[in-house]
């Protein structure tokens, strides 16, 4: 059996994650296990990290959050705190998303460059200013 690579899991407010894994499920053609959509709809702080919990399972993993504060960067931040094999990246955006699912078998720390770099590289402007 191949390694199937790293877990990934968009935890966001609203639709937000089920529109970006729309968006990479189309473009990349990966299924739906590289990348786990988690929506806070009706979901307090704690019952947000049930289900993260659940989601995440026991190997490696990186959590994408819309926010960097707020119940879903928080509670990414606590699902990491004590684990080497798992990372939180804020500010989420589909280029990442799209670079995780294609890349995700990388060692998390050459991966978590990686995304980092090219979700910040995507952000421009038209026409430039100054």
Not at 11 to 20: K, Y
Not at 22 to 26: D, I, L, N
Not at 122 to 130: D, R, Y
């Given at each position: 059996m191949?390694?199937?690579?790293?877990?990934?899991?968009v935890?966001?407010?609203?639709?937000?994650?089920?529109?970006?894994l729309?968006?990479?499920?189309?473009i990349?053609?990966?299924?739906?296990?590289?990348?786990?959509?988690?929506?806070?709809?009706?979901?307090?702080?704690?019952?947000?990290?049930?289900?993260?919990?659940?989601?995440?399972?026991?190997?490696?993993?990186?959590?994408?959050?819309?926010?960097p504060?707020?119940?879903?960067?928080?509670?990414?931040?606590?699902?990491?705190?004590?684990?080497?094999?798992?990372?939180?990246?804020?500010?989420?955006?589909?280029?990442?998303?799209?670079?995780?699912?294609l890349?995700?078998?990388?060692?998390?720390?050459?991966?978590?460059?990686?995304?980092?770099?090219r979700?910040?590289?995507?952000?421009?402007?038209?026409?430039?200013?100054?």
């Open positions: 191949s390694d199937p690579g790293h877990r990934g899991v935890v966001s407010h609203g639709e937000l994650a089920r529109g970006l729309s968006a990479v499920q189309r990349a053609g990966v299924d739906e296990s590289v990348l786990i959509g988690l929506s806070n709809d009706g979901l307090g702080p704690d019952a947000i990290r049930r289900r993260l919990d659940e989601v995440l399972g026991e190997g490696p993993a990186v959590i994408f959050s819309d926010l504060e707020g119940s879903c960067g928080l509670v990414g931040r606590k699902a990491c705190l004590g684990r080497v094999d798992r990372l939180l990246i804020t500010g989420v955006n589909l280029p990442m998303l799209l670079d995780f699912a890349h995700n078998h990388l060692p998390l720390d050459q991966l978590a460059t990686r995304l980092l770099e979700g910040r590289a995507s952000i421009t402007l038209f026409p430039e200013v100054g």
